[in-house]
């Protein structure tokens, strides 16, 4: 479980930086996204569900690195695809105004939803 103030340290941040962990333990390199937080957890999503990249390396090992300004951790990633979405819509929609947020609120982004759990 995310402490409360590293719950802050998440929300407070336009981006989290990720380094998802490969098959041979090596980690790819750090890949700012969009990350909020809602019921106590922290979730990313993308654009949209692929095997490449970030988010395709995400759900193969399921294990990752992240970063933001006064927290880095080690988390266990958790694909949830579109099974929660009301909260976590609500929260890029409250936290991400402007350009691009629509696009994250999506069907099909919501199906690329995964929660970041620190190990």
């Known amino acids: 479980m995310w402490s409360p103030d ?3 340290l998440l929300d ?8 998802v962990e490969r098959a ?5 390199r750090w890949t700012p996204i969009w990350v909020v937080c809602a019921g106590g957890q922290a979730y990313v999503r993308t654009w949209y569900r692929r095997d490449t990249g970030w988010f ?3 759900l193969r090992s399921r294990r990752a690195r992240i970063r933001v300004p006064g ?15 009301s909260d976590i819509d609500a929260a890029y929609r409250s936290k991400y ?9 999506t ?11 620190p190990r």
């Open 6 to 8: 590293e719950l802050i």
């Open 12 to 19: 407070a941040a336009r981006e989290l930086e990720i380094a």
């Open 24 to 28: 041979d333990g090596c980690s790819r």
């Open 56 to 58: 395709g390396e995400a």
């Open 71 to 85: 927290l880095e951790a080690d988390v266990t990633i958790e694909d949830l695809g579109a099974q929660v979405t």
């Open 97 to 105: 105004t402007g350009g691009g947020t629509d696009a994250m609120v």
């Open 107 to 117: 069907a099909e982004a919501a199906a690329t939803t995964l929660r970041l759990d």
